[in-house]
C-alpha cells in the first residue's frame, strides 16, 4: 500500500509580483509490510518515507527548477506519520547538512506544510486554505485506474487553496501568496501489467471551475484508460469518461540530463464544457530526476490559454514513465 500527500501551487513574491514560483511537496508512504513487524521495535519499519519537493522560478529570464528529495525509514528520529487525533499527519528529516524536518500538518482548515534543504538554498514553510470544499475524485473517492478490480484508488482533492508564507531560493526569504492544489491518494498495484506511465492535468480556470484530467499510457505510448472530474464554480463535480475529451501532445523538449522526450504543450478539447485550451509550461525544464528511487518525471507548472492565446487560467502537469523512463512503482 502506497499513500501521498501532494501538493502544489504557482506564487508570486508580495513585494515583487514580477518574482514568480512553481512549488510541489509530495510525502509517501509506501509499506514495507501488510503489518506492524512482530518484534514490536520502533525501529523495525514497516513503511518507508519518501518525500519529493521542488521550486520553479518561472520569471521571463530567470527560468530554474529545482529539485530536492528524501527516502528514509519510517523511525523514531527519521520520519513518520501521525494518526488521529494528531495535527501532524507526515514528516521526515531534512537531507544531510540540514537542521529541520520536512512536515505536514493539519490546521483546522486545510494543511501546513514545511520543507528545507540547506545544501541548495531551498525552503518554504506555507500555510493554506480551502476557498472551494473537497471533492472526490471518483464516486465516493473511488479512482478507476483500468479494468481490473485492484486497478484503483481512493482519491480526494482541495481543488482550490489560497496559499501564503515564505518561500526560500539561493538563500533569500520572500513573503509569497497564490493559488494551490492538494490531493491525497492511497492504493495498491495500481497499474495494470501494460502500463508503464501516465499524464496527470490539475487545472484551474479564472472563471472558477477546476478540472482534474488523467491517462494511463500503454507500452507504445496510447492512452490506455482516461477518466477525469470537471468542478463547477460553486464546488460540484461531474465525473468525464474517456469519449467527453480529448487530449494531443505536440513538439518535444528534450531532458538534457536524462534525455527523456516530454511534450512542449498540450491541447485539450471537452467540448461539453465549451473548453478548448492549449496547456503551455511556464518553463520547460521541470523534470525530477530522481537519485534514490531512479524515477524521472516532469512535474510542471503551466498556463491555460484559449484560441486567441489569451490566458485562461492556470495549473500543473505531471508525466511519468515517458520515453523508457523508469516505470512508476507507486
Not at 484508460?225 to 468542478?231: A, E, I, S
Request: hydrophobic share 40%; glycine share 12%.
Amino acid at each position: 500500500m502506497t499513500e501521498w500527500w501532494y501538493l502544489t501551487a504557482q506564487l508570486q513574491d508580495l513585494h515583487d509580483p514580477a518574482a514568480q514560483f512553481g512549488l510541489q511537496f509530495t510525502l509517501f508512504r509506501i509499506g514495507l509490510t501488510p503489518e506492524a513487524p512482530a518484534s514490536g521495535s520502533a525501529w523495525s519499519a514497516s513503511d518507508l518515507v519518501m518525500g519529493h519537493a521542488a521550486i520553479g522560478e518561472l520569471a521571463p529570464g530567470a527560468g530554474r527548477h529545482h529539485f530536492s528529495e528524501l527516502l528514509t525509514r519510517a523511525t523514531p528520529l527519521l520520519g513518520g506519520f501521525g494518526s488521529y487525533p494528531d495535527t501532524l499527519i507526515a514528516w521526515c528529516r531534512a537531507p544531510a547538512g540540514t537542521d529541520a524536518r520536512w512536515t505536514l500538518a493539519w490546521n483546522g482548515e486545510a494543511f501546513d506544510i514545511a520543507m528545507a534543504d540547506s545544501a541548495q538554498g531551498l525552503a518554504y514553510r506555507l500555510q493554506t486554505r480551502p476557498l472551494k470544499p473537497l471533492v472526490f475524485q471518483g464516486p465516493n473517492g473511488y479512482s478507476r485506474k483500468g479494468a481490473g478490480p485492484t486497478s484503483a484508488s481512493q482519491y480526494v482533492s482541495f481543488t482550490r487553496l489560497a496559499v501564503e508564507g515564505t518561500l526560500s531560493v539561493g538563500g533569500r526569504e520572500r513573503r509569497v501568496r497564490g493559488l494551490g492544489w492538494f490531493d491525497q491518494e492511497f492504493g495498491s498495484n495500481q497499474l495494470e501489467p501494460q502500463q508503464v506511465g501516465w499524464d496527470w492535468f490539475s487545472l484551474q480556470l479564472d472563471d472558477g471551475r477546476e478540472l482534474m484530467l488523467y491517462q494511463l499510457r500503454d507500452r507504445a505510448g496510447r492512452a490506455d484508460w482516461q477518466r477525469g472530474t470537471l468542478v463547477d464554480a460553486d464546488g460540484r463535480a461531474r465525473y468525464l469518461a474517456p469519449g467527453d475529451w480529448t487530449l494531443s501532445p505536440e513538439g518535444a523538449w528534450v531532458s538534457p540530463a536524462t534525455r527523456l522526450r516530454y511534450p512542449e504543450r498540450w491541447r485539450l478539447a471537452l467540448p461539453s464544457a465549451a473548453l478548448a485550451l492549449t496547456i503551455v509550461p511556464r518553463l520547460a525544464a521541470q523534470e525530477n530526476a530522481s537519485r534514490l528511487s531512479g524515477l524521472h518525471y516532469w512535474e510542471g507548472a503551466v498556463e491555460l490559454r484559449g484560441a486567441g492565446g489569451e490566458r485562461l487560467g492556470q495549473g500543473y502537469v505531471e508525466q511519468t514513465g515517458v520515453g523508457g523512463a523508469t516505470r512508476p512503482s507507486i
